[in-house]
């Protein structure tokens, strides 16, 4: 087994059908282009490979919601602020997990970049998702 970190955008250096598995968590959502990432992946990855993602993703329960987005607009910048005084970096970490596609989205995105049994299975009512596919 052997781990790699790189751009995900350019895996040049990997060989075409030459990956069993890969995944990414929480991370995908601050690439430039993740539809050329989901493309990335889905050319290194072997004939039965599975892409796995864990992203934070769109609270799907109507109250957990409403606290959820206090939680982070408001306390989570000040608790940044107050703890590694650093408050944008964590006013980004909001606006950019808003920002992400929600779960039916990024999962037609992952079928666009060629991935078949592709799914999506929200965790803590959708704080976060795990989405799967493969490469057929």
């Known amino acids: 087994m052997e781990f790699v970190e790189c751009n995900a955008e350019n895996l040049d250096f ?9 995944t990414i968590s929480f991370g995908i959502r601050n690439c430039t282009n993740i539809d050329k990432v989901l493309r990335e992946c ?11 993602c864990l992203e934070f993703s769109h609270v799907e ?8 987005d ?16 650093d408050k944008e ?3 980004y970490l909001v606006e950019s ?3 992400f596609p929600n779960q ?16 999506y ?6 704080i976060c998702a795990i989405h799967s596919g493969i490469k057929i």
């Open 14 to 22: 990997i060989k075409d059908e030459s990956i069993d598995v890969y």
């Open 42 to 52: 889905f050319r290194v990855l072997k004939k039965g490979g599975r892409f796995m």
């Open 61 to 68: 329960v109507p109250v957990l919601k409403n606290i959820y």
């Open 70 to 85: 206090m939680y982070s607009f408001y306390l989570i910048p000040e608790l940044g602020g107050f703890l590694a005084n």
């Open 89 to 91: 970096s964590y006013k």
């Open 97 to 99: 997990i808003r920002n």
């Open 104 to 119: 039916e989205t990024f999962m037609k995105m992952i079928e666009d970049a060629g991935f078949s049994a592709v799914s």
């Open 121 to 126: 299975k929200n965790l803590s009512g959708g």
